[in-house]
């Protein structure tokens, strides 16, 4: 079991809502409540009357953006890192995905109108782009500024806005005959472009300017959106349709899989996250959080505590007595688990969403 450092309870905790402060602080949220959490569980502040099943992203300059749903629509919210607020604007958001920001500044964000808006960080919009179609995911930002996104390039391809809200063309001279789904996409360090997708068993390398790479048949559907780590591997999650557990594995940066393990659960699909030691976090649907070394083995198993609803027995009552049974046996299925969230200081903040969610950090994982 690994220590833990404290647990904080957070009634209606969402589990899309979540970043961590270069500080190590967590911003999380209940309802429609904001909450700033310091890494010793302390509550820095609450902000009321915030977005509601929203996603947040943290700026250089330490100012909060978050997306989500705010007196009846979406909004784009942004507040200091006091908790403070500073202004919002009316923008289509995707669901439980935070904006994107540029090198710059620059607040993107998209969703089903076809179009990719960008905000500078005092909340004016600056450009609109027609997309053409609708987005699939998230804009994602290269070095330079330029945004990748999903356009109406013949054969489904990915296009390219500049930081100044013009066409710089397609990303690559590859086109898909399936759309591409950017919410399960991601870009290595040097601007290659990992794809993956629902219903999709492979994990195409894209090349900018250029073909792909090369491409990993996996037998598997991803599930996951795919990170690297510091050596240029790739590791993501995916369920096996014939034992319907997900599995995750690592592929080289030569297209080549290094390794894969069978989680032996049913519910896997949260993005891992890297310690700052290489070790290798996710969640599972028991719930519970793992800690795997680089090489795919397990360093620990840590089975999440399942909050029971209590329930006052009234003598007699079978409907109460079927209420505590339920509440005492219930899947876990039903209990959302929050993605793991790794500290500078290599701990780690996971929880489980719902009326009795909570928040646990743990210590930073012994070698």
Known sequence: ????????????????LGALTRDGTLITGSGDVVTAIDRDGKILWNFT???????VAVGSNTDLYFA???QG???????????RFRWDQRAVVIDGYPPVLAPDGTVLTSGTDRELHAFSPDGKPVWTFDIGSATYGPPLIR???TSIVLGPIPGAGLRLIGPDGKSRGAFSTHRFTNEPNLRQATLGPDGTLYLAGSGAEFLRAVTPGGPVRWTVELDLDAASRPIVDSTGRIILTAKNSRTEHFEILAISPKGSVEWRRDLGVSYADSSPALGTDGSIFLTSGEPALWCLKPDG?????????????????QRNSLASWSLFVRELFRTPRAIAHTPPWVAPDGSVRVGL????????SIERPLP
Do not use: E, F, H
């Not at 969403?353 to 646990?360: E, I, S, T, V, W």
């Open 68 to 70: 989500g749903y705010r």
């Open 353 to 360: 969403a719902g009326a009795q969610g909570y928040l646990l």
């Open 143 to 145: 070095p330079d500024g």
């Open 1 to 16: 079991m690994p220590p833990i450092r404290w647990r904080l309870n957070l009634a209606n905790l969402q589990p899309n």
């Open 297 to 313: 083995t397990v360093r620990w198993k840590y089975r999440l505590p399942r909050p029971i609803q209590w329930v006052k027995l």
């Open 49 to 55: 009357n915030g977005p509601s099943l929203g996603s």
């Open 73 to 83: 629509t979406r909004r784009l919210v942004c507040l200091d890192s006091s908790g």
